[in-house]
């Protein structure tokens, strides 16, 4: 089934998340990583708040895709300024394109999430690219 271009635009769901400590703590030893003072928020972390909402995938139900048929295809984050333990950050995606190839075998979309801190200052900006492959 081909995803609707009307979507392009569709502003998703924001979702809200206080970076703990902990979480932080543990991340950096789950990959070998040292921990300093600092805390910083690494890309992962911002990549996974979306996940944190209570149907991380609702939107996609939106559309109608069986995620059976899903690939994550491309992860990209432009910087704009550190996040550490104890902010409050907000996760707010968009759906900026919708396309086709292989003559609708499969779709793909794109998913621009801008996340903010409480006081609405950027911290970064997230791109995903969403592979669905089309059953024939």
Same mark, same amino acid.
């Given at each position: 089934?081909?995803?609707?271009?009307?979507?392009?635009?569709?502003?998703?769901?924001?979702?809200?998340?206080?970076?703990?400590?902990?979480?932080?703590?543990?991340?950096?030893?789950?990959?070998? =990583?040292?921990?300093?003072? /600092? *805390? %910083?928020?690494?890309?992962?972390?911002?990549? &996974?708040?979306?996940?944190?909402? @209570?149907?991380?995938?609702?939107?996609? =139900?939106?559309?109608?895709? /069986? *995620? %059976?048929?899903?690939?994550?295809?491309?992860? &990209?984050?432009?910087?704009?300024? @550190?996040?550490?333990?104890?902010?409050?950050?907000?996760?707010?995606?968009?759906?900026?394109?919708?396309?086709?190839?292989?003559?609708?075998?499969?779709?793909?979309?794109?998913?621009?999430?801008?996340?903010?801190?409480?006081?609405?200052?950027?911290?970064?900006?997230?791109?995903?690219?969403?592979?669905?492959?089309?059953?024939?």
């Amino acid at each position: 089934m081909a995803i609707d271009p009307a979507m392009i635009g569709t502003e998703l769901a924001p979702t809200t998340l206080t970076v703990d400590e902990g979480r932080l703590r543990f991340f950096a030893k789950a990959i070998g =990583d040292t921990v300093d003072d /600092d *805390l %910083r928020v690494p890309p992962t972390v911002l990549f &996974s708040i979306e996940l944190e909402s @209570p149907n991380p995938f609702g939107w996609a =139900d939106q559309l109608g895709i /069986d *995620l %059976r048929y899903v690939l994550h295809g491309e992860q &990209s984050f432009t910087y704009h300024q @550190p996040a550490r333990a104890g902010d409050v950050l907000t996760a707010t995606p968009r759906i900026s394109d919708v396309y086709s190839k292989k003559g609708g075998a499969l779709d793909f979309i794109v998913k621009d999430t801008s996340v903010t801190k409480a006081d609405g200052s950027l911290v970064a900006e997230l791109k995903s690219v969403i592979v669905v492959r089309n059953p024939q």
